[in-house]
């Protein structure tokens, strides 16, 4: 049946200039694609290609983005709908790029309900309904397949804010039991911030351990970096992710 969406998509991708060599350029440079197959390398080319098309990458503060690095990105940030579809990265329309870690103000509420006027550093930040803001230093430090990559992790938090709101609880697929993804999800939260504050060290980033929204995060960037590692630690996180992403990046026994 004929779609205009579709349709549209078809043309897009029809009229890209960028050649297959150059995203393979790309996708070499991405330690994170290895052991994806044609067919997979193919429809991630086209979902960048959609991306580069329909979000806009605003480099600020005198950086000077070259198109391999808007490639890179628009590769990585399409990376967890591989399998899923190009409007799961809806609601939003651009990525602001800076040199390096940005400062930002915020409010925070201790216990005693007094309000902190906070100023820190941040590689990234996902607003709803807003842009997607990274560091380029720390998109670079993301080629490295070490479980930190910033784009994973900020995709990860738009995902999460499809359903209203970013809280560790993304829309799930219908074949998904809710039940099953908040038992595995807060087994998992309560079991890295016991570890933390008994002073050991924790499988994941320790950033996991701030709030539901931030494990999810970080456990996104673990299933494509280090599948190994999340499903040595929290088999049961990596079984949801797995069915939520629709990828298998390691055979489970």
């Given amino acids: 049946m004929w779609s205009f ?9 029809a009229g890209s200039a960028v050649s ?6 790309a996708e070499e440079s991405l330690p994170l694609l290895e052991g994806l197959t044609d067919d997979e390398r193919r429809r991630l080319r086209e ?4 991306f580069l098309h329909e979000k806009s990458l605003e480099s600020v503060q005198g950086l000077v983005l070259d198109s391999e690095a808007a490639r890179r990105i628009a590769l990585q ?11 799961w990265l809806r609601g939003w329309a651009s990525v602001i790029i800076y040199p390096d870690a940005f400062v930002v103000d915020h409010e925070e509420m201790d216990s005693a309900g007094v309000v902190h006027r906070i100023r820190e550093a941040r590689s990234g930040e996902s607003w709803d309904r807003g842009p ?5 230093t720390d998109v670079d430090a993301g080629r ?15 995902l999460d804010a499809l359903n209203g709101v970013a809280d ?3 829309p799930l697929h219908g074949d998904m039991p809710r039940e099953a993804w908040t038992r595995a999800f807060t087994r998992a939260f309560e079991d890295i911030n016991q570890k933390l504050d008994a002073g050991h060290e924790t499988p994941l980033d320790p950033y996991a351990a ?20 999340l499903a040595g630690a929290y088999p049961d996180v990596f079984e949801q992710l797995a069915r939520f992403y629709r990828v298998w990046p390691l055979k489970m026994p």
Avoid: M
């Fill in 5 to 13: 969406k579709y349709w549209r998509r078809r043309r897009i991708l």
């Fill in 20 to 25: 297959q060599e150059e995203w393979k350029q």
């Fill in 47 to 50: 979902w960048a290609t959609l």
């Fill in 77 to 87: 940030a399409c990376l967890p709908i591989l399998n899923l579809d190009f409007d």
């Fill in 132 to 136: 997607l803001i990274i560091s380029s």
């Fill in 144 to 158: 490295r397949r070490d479980g930190y990559n910033v784009i994973l992790h900020e995709v990860a938090h738009k």
């Fill in 168 to 170: 560790g609880f993304p």
């Fill in 210 to 229: 701030e709030t539901p929204e931030e494990f999810f995060a970080v456990a996104t960037e673990a299933f494509f970096e280090i599948p190994e590692v």
